[in-house]
């Protein structure tokens, strides 16, 4: 072996690295569905009930179920994203759990708005501990944006969460894909 | 002059691109499936199967066969000595760039 084929190896090496490492960056298409769809439910909330939620999870948790199938089948899913998604998952049933029990003490709709954002954030927050700056970003910003949201009257809380929340996912997700097409 | 002797002494077996994928892949990404090494290396069956087998019968990974519903999957993974005999080629690479750097100064 020469000097030029250890470099060679070497650079070939970092090339398939690069490929398995984490990348936030493969996830845009999850920002900007749920984007949208906070959008869709927050406005939504305002003139029709806050049970449009209802339908819009369903949507959200069936078109990312396919997205996430879609990506398995592209790329093989490395472990630590796998124990990531299930650290997420086990963190949002408690969520879930939490949410259930804030019902029974509160009925206050600004809570109830700013209770999801705020967690989802939490959760960005955790997921960005490995998986980087970006996601940190927006987990802060979701918090930020729950919290002021908590001194907003109806409609203007909702319309708040729907540009800062939902728009923050969408600004995400866009710079995410700019991203990702630009290693391409 | 550089050192022969590194050079000698570098495992034949990882200097095949192929292997030195296979390794590389199932060091970053833990244990894997036949078709996710094949799928992220952009090999052909028969192509994988003759490396895999290369590395196997060198004690450098383990292969399982079994099925998951009810589907055949070939399962990879390191043995402690291929880790250690690819962390040690590593480390002859990286001191054939080093040498050649100081050589260049």
Redesign the interface.
């Known amino acids: 072996m020469k000097t030029q084929e250890a470099l060679d190896q070497i650079a070939y090496l970092q090339r398939l690295i690069a490929q398995t490492r984490l990348r936030a960056a493969d996830g845009y298409p999850f920002f900007l569905l749920w984007g949208l769809l906070w959008i869709v439910g927050y406005v939504g909330s305002i003139w029709w009930s806050h049970r449009v939620w209802v339908g819009v999870s369903l949507v959200g948790a069936v078109i990312s179920v396919m997205i996430g199938w879609k990506k398995k089948q592209e790329q093989p899913v490395p472990p630590l994203l796998k124990k990531i998604g299930w650290l997420m998952l086990v963190m949002f049933v408690y969520i879930v759990f939490l949410f259930s029990q804030m019902l029974l003490l509160t009925d206050s709709v600004q809570i109830i708005n700013s209770f999801w954002p705020f967690h989802i954030g939490l959760l960005y927050i955790l997921a960005g501990i490995f998986e980087g700056r970006s996601m940190l970003m927006i987990g802060c910003w979701l918090m930020v944006a729950a919290v002021a949201g908590l001194w907003l009257p109806f409609p203007w809380q909702e319309l708040w969460l729907a540009a800062g929340g939902g728009g923050g996912l969408i600004l995400t997700g866009a710079l995410l894909r700019k991203q990702v097409i630009n290693d391409a | 002059m ?1 050192h022969e002797g590194l ?1 000698q002494n ?1 495992n034949e077996i990882f ?1 095949a ?1 192929t292997r ?2 296979i390794m ?2 199932l060091t ?6 036949f078709s ?1 090494i094949k ?3 952009g090999l052909t069956d028969g192509n994988l199967s003759a490396h895999l087998r290369v590395l196997e019968e060198a004690g450098y990974i383990q292969i399982e066969k079994k099925f998951v519903k009810r589907k055949p999957k070939t399962i990879c993974r390191l043995t402690t000595a291929g880790r250690e005999a690819f962390r040690q080629y ?1 480390q002859q ?2 001191q ?2 080093q040498l ?1 750097r100081q050589e260049e100064k």
């Open positions: 550089m050079f570098l200097q691109k030195l994928g590389t892949v970053a990404m833990g244990d894997s499936d996710s799928k992220q290396l590593l690479l990286e054939i760039i050649a």
